[in-house]
Every structure is written in structure tokens, then in C-alpha cells.
């Protein structure tokens, strides 16, 4: 599998309205735009074949860390996207891209996951994750 494959898992299986942006403009703008029941945001797909021997780096560049971190500071919903080989999939806050920018240890990287599933996506998981992304925000104490 690629990131190309994953967004075609993605679009195929999401059950959000989704549109694929290709930016050239703009650096670090997310993949996708998305909305659902009047809720809407923007995701950023990662695809690693494999877990990392060591420090999670999923080749997340500073301008899209930036660019996901500051949509998030203005109340906008923003995600990373991660699947790695058919094994894990897990969704991350954007108002965490710079952790995830900085290569955490696999500890520090779990910290931040807002929803994993391990193994195969069912249905239901699928549905379970569109509910996450589409989700009103949720005020945290460091807003």
C-alpha cells in the first residue's frame, strides 16, 4: 500500500463527504477537506509500510505541522490520518502535529492518539472514526 492507496481505502470507506485538494499554492495544506452534518475540517493522510524500529517518524514537514496546528488554534477541526502497513490506523489531533513533527518515541506517540484501531477496518470502525472527525470540538484546558 501507498498514501495513493490509502486515500482510495480512505474515500471508499469514510462515510464522510470528503474532496481531495492538491494545493501547490499553499504549503502544508491538509489532503482533504471534509464535511459531515454541518461539521467540516481538514485531514492530513499518512501511510508508513511498517512500524519504525526506534522513534515514530511519519514524514509529517514542518509547513503542514504549522499549518495543521494553526487552523486548530482558530477553533478549526484538523487530523492526522495514520495507517501503518494493514496492522494500525490511528487519527491525531492536529493541535498535535508538532509532536508528531518532532519524531516521538513510540510511548510519547501513544499519548497523543484520539482513536486506533489495530488490524483489519471494519464497517462499524470505519462509521466509529467519521463520528470522531465529525464531532463537534471539544474544549480542552489548554484552549
Not at 498514501?3 to 492538491?22: A, D, I, Q
Request: hydrophobic share 35%; with cysteine; glycine share 6%.
Amino acid at each position: 500500500m501507498s498514501e495513493k492507496n490509502f486515500w482510495t481505502l480512505v474515500r471508499g470507506s469514510l462515510p464522510l463527504k470528503m474532496y481531495r485538494v492538491e494545493n501547490k499554492v499553499m504549503k502544508g495544506m491538509p489532503d482533504i477537506h471534509y464535511i459531515r452534518n454541518g461539521e467540516s475540517g481538514w485531514i492530513e493522510l499518512k501511510y508508513l509500510p511498517e512500524w519504525p524500529k526506534t522513534r515514530v517518524s511519519i514524514g509529517l514537514r514542518q509547513n503542514q505541522s504549522l499549518w495543521l496546528q494553526g487552523y486548530r488554534k482558530k477553533k478549526g477541526k484538523s487530523w492526522i490520518l495514520i495507517r501503518i502497513g494493514r496492522a494500525y490506523t490511528c487519527l491525531i489531533d492536529g493541535k498535535d502535529a508538532e509532536k508528531i513533527h518532532k519524531r516521538p518515541s513510540k510511548q510519547d506517540f501513544f499519548k497523543v492518539v484520539v482513536w486506533a484501531k489495530t488490524g483489519n477496518m471494519t464497517r462499524d470502525d470505519w462509521d466509529d472514526l467519521a463520528d470522531v472527525i465529525s464531532s463537534p470540538l471539544r474544549k480542552s484546558p489548554k484552549q
